[in-house]
């Protein structure tokens, strides 16, 4: 007969290899799951961060137990802007890519980031998901080793100011430390506006405007809630400048090894992110002025007319326009 502490000892033994098998079997679940990992510079309150767990929800419904999607926010994973490298290296799955990243590497995506081409958010999915947007996608996958699923709105670029001040024509914004985010074509944008651009990572604004490192900084007006940057702002002026859209991409590596069933799961999942966004997005535009009165800033409307030819006769004579391929700004302004 076993003595009681064998007999413990053999179910101790029993019950720890019980417990090493459930987690192997477990480990080996996550290793066969295909990791998505999402990097954003976006903060937790912004749609377009709440927009992944919409992506996140609709693939582990249509597509259970093949896909580990981690969202990681506030620039996290990746610094702003290094996202799409960090993708065609295959080091990461997921994220949003801007105009101005793809412009870096596909020069005529330049179009899209000028001043007062998009004219609102029907006409940017029209163009996107139209004959201009597949044509233009592909040359992205092409060059830049990523696949866009869909087009999300970041929302309509406007002028935020740290001190308020009369701002009328682009003149106005003589001398003004315009934060841009860090690229030559963002930068030239925020100088076709009239002001002087300080480039400056997405993370680091709300401490430049609070320390006055910067004057001022342009973002859609969503994201100035989101971020706070009412907080240390006290005018808005509605420029309008840009309306602008982050495209959600993904890694070619991880894309061409899909099976097509899941590559129609993942697209879907994209384009119900992208709804997501863009509804609430759109509906909180229309309804956020008087949030920021109540918090005490000036919401002022300058001369459209003044700045939208100043910043189009800028674009028209730049380096920019020259890469623009022949009769693409007129088919872009017919698109309807
Ligand atoms: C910004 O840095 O101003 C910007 O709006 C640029 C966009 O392309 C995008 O990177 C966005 O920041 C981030 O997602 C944070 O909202």
Redesign the pocket.
């Known amino acids: 007969m076993k003595s009681v502490s064998t007999l413990r000892r053999h179910l101790l033994a029993a019950s720890a290899s019980a417990l090493a098998l459930c987690g192997m079997t477990g480990h080996a679940l996550a290793q066969s799951k295909i990791p998505m990992r999402i990097s954003?510079?976006?903060?937790p309150d912004?749609w377009?961060a709440r927009m992944w767990t919409v992506f996140k929800d609709a693939l582990d419904k249509s597509s259970p137990n093949q896909f580990d999607t981690q969202i990681n926010l506030n620039a996290a994973l990746f610094k702003?802007g290094t996202e799409a490298a960090a993708m065609a290296r295959g080091n990461l799955e997921l994220s949003?890519i801007?105009a101005?990243d793809i412009a870096k590497l596909v020069p005529e995506f330049s179009i899209f980031t000028a001043g007062y081409v998009i004219r609102n958010p029907a006409h940017q999915q029209k163009v996107f998901n139209g004959p201009i947007g597949e044509n233009l996608f592909k040359t992205v996958s092409e060059k830049m080793d990523v696949t866009v699923l869909s087009t999300a709105y970041?929302g309509t670029r406007q002028v935020n100011l740290r001190e308020a001040r009369p701002v009328k024509v682009p003149a106005d914004l003589k001398g003004i430390k315009l934060r841009m985010?860090g690229t030559k074509e963002w930068l030239f944008l925020g100088e076709a506006l009239g002001a002087t651009a300080t480039p400056l990572a997405?993370g680091e604004v709300y401490l430049g405007l609070k320390t006055g490192t910067i004057d001022g900084?342009?973002?859609p007006l969503p994201?100035v809630r989101a971020?706070k940057f009412y907080e240390v702002t006290k005018q808005l002026v509605l420029t309008s400048h840009l309306v602008?859209g982050?495209f959600i991409a993904i890694s070619n590596k991880t894309w061409n090894a899909l099976t097509p069933a899941q590559k129609q799961n993942v697209k879907a999942a994209a384009q119900a992110a992208a709804q997501y966004n863009n509804e609430n997005r759109i509906k909180e535009e229309g309804q956020i002025i008087d949030f920021f009165k109540q918090q005490g800033l000036q919401v002022t409307t300058p001369d459209l007319d003044a700045f939208r030819k100043s910043v189009q006769d800028t674009y028209a004579k730049s380096d920019y326009a020259k890469v623009w391929p022949a009769g693409l700004l007129d088919r872009i302004n017919h698109t309807r």
């Open positions: 954003t510079p976006a903060v912004d377009h702003q949003t801007s101005f970041l985010p997405f900084q342009d973002n994201t971020a602008d982050v």
